[in-house]
């Protein structure tokens, strides 16, 4: 199979599903964080069901602590297509006591990451969604690729990766109880490297932090983190040539070093390292062997 024929299935298939949510359940709504995985989930869902509107809006779980560049271009791509955006933030489930902060300024590493299930979950129950669209792929990390294509969650919202239904010839079950829902996931099986091409092919515009910048950093726990006004440097700062190949909160997302300054160039650097993205700039992942199932069993993405 040819690249472009392996691209095509996958479009395909993630067309499908998409089509395949809209038909079976009543409220779906899709997940954007602006980052690269949901900027292609936009493109596919305008693929599934343009020259019509969505039959859903967008949703951003919006933590306060993003990179600037991120939001800008979320605001902006939004309002480009037209469609709805829903901005749930973290800072209102903690001002409502509904979290607790965890994000230490003194103490890079930490964040509001976890915090952001009790704001989703909410969002869900007050949007009374019965779909949620995520960006979420099998290669990412251990937990993720436990995961179904149709991602059941009960009524309080957690998973169960022994509870997840078969899939077999592309048949989805996508009937719930009232109060339950079902995380759906269209991209599970692409690759980093899929989604670049992917990227490539539909010349899709990425925020500037996708691409090598001068940016000032510090680095800590062998990771490279931006001066900002949410993280309080631990060592010395200095100027330094990165790209970040995941989008994520300022006060855990580290950067790589790169030279990448057009996509043809960050193919390349992916399809030579041997780290995945978690786990080379997520300092939330590096926890445990199991923070990302422990999170998702709670009702993480």
Known sequence: MSAS???????????HVFREVAAELERPVLLFSGGKDSIVLLR???????????????????????????????????????????????EDSIAAGRAREEWDP??????????????????????????????????????RAKERIFSFRDDFGQWDPRAQRPELWNL???RIRRGEHVRVFPISNWTELDVWHYIQQERLELPSIYFA?????????????????WVEPSSQT?????????VGDM??????????LAVA???????????????????????SEAAMEDRKRQGYF
């Open 44 to 90: 596919l869902a305008e693929k599934a069901f343009r020259p019509g509107r969505f039959p859903f809006p967008v949703l951003h779980v919006d933590t306060g602590h993003n990179f600037p560049e991120v939001l800008e271009y979320r605001d902006r791509r939004v309002r480009e297509i037209g469609e709805r955006l829903i901005v749930a933030k973290v």
């Open 251 to 260: 006060t855990i997302t580290g950067a790589v070093r790169s030279a990448a």
């Open 106 to 143: 003194g103490r890079p590493g930490t964040s509001r990451n976890r915090l952001q299930t009790v704001t989703l979950l909410d969002a869900i129950e007050q949007g009374r969604f019965d779909a949620a669209f995520g960006g979420a792929r099998r290669d990412e990390e251990r937990a």
């Open 213 to 229: 910048h001068e940016r000032e950093v510090f680095e800590h726990d062998g990771m490279l983190y931006a001066r900002s006004e």
């Open 172 to 174: 989805y079950n996508g």
């Open 5 to 15: 024929d392996h691209l095509h299935a996958l479009e395909s298939e993630a067309v």
């Open 238 to 246: 200095f100027t330094e040539s990165v790209r970040y190949r995941t």
């Open 265 to 287: 160039d960050v193919i390349t650097e992916i399809a030579a390292t041997r780290v995945t993205e978690r786990g080379e700039t997520r300092a939330d992942d590096r926890t």
